[in-house]
C-alpha cells in the first residue's frame, strides 16, 4: 500500500474534505504543505492510501472542494 497527498489550497476545504471522505469510510489526515511541494503552493492536503485516491477526487468534486494535484506516494 501506498499514501498520497491530495493538495487543497485551504485548511477550510481540507476540513470539509476530510468529512466528506469519512463519510465514505476513507481516513483522511489534514497534512501542512510547504509552497515548493505543489506546482500551485497549495497549503494544506490529505494524506489517504493512494488507493483510494480516484475515488477520493469524485467525493470531493461532488462535495464541490476544488482539489488540486497528487503531491506524494510513499510505501506503509
Same mark, same amino acid.
Given at each position: 500500500?501506498?499514501?498520497?497527498?491530495?493538495?487543497?489550497?485551504?485548511?477550510?476545504? !481540507?476540513?470539509?474534505? *476530510?468529512?466528506?471522505?469519512?463519510?465514505?469510510?476513507?481516513?483522511?489526515?489534514?497534512?501542512?504543505?510547504? !509552497?515548493?511541494?505543489? *506546482?500551485?503552493?497549495?497549503?494544506?492536503?490529505?494524506?489517504?492510501?493512494?488507493?483510494?485516491?480516484?475515488?477520493?477526487?469524485?467525493?470531493?468534486?461532488?462535495?464541490?472542494?476544488?482539489?488540486?494535484?497528487?503531491?506524494?506516494?510513499?510505501?506503509?
Amino acid at each position: 500500500m501506498y499514501n498520497c497527498i491530495i493538495a487543497l489550497s485551504s485548511m477550510t476545504y !481540507a476540513i470539509k474534505g *476530510e468529512k466528506a471522505l469519512l463519510a465514505y469510510d476513507i481516513s483522511a489526515k489534514i497534512v501542512r504543505l510547504t !509552497a515548493d511541494q505543489t *506546482e500551485r503552493g497549495c497549503a494544506y492536503g490529505l494524506q489517504i492510501l493512494c488507493y483510494y485516491a480516484h475515488q477520493a477526487y469524485g467525493i470531493l468534486a461532488n462535495a464541490g472542494i476544488p482539489a488540486g494535484e497528487l503531491v506524494q506516494e510513499w510505501k506503509v
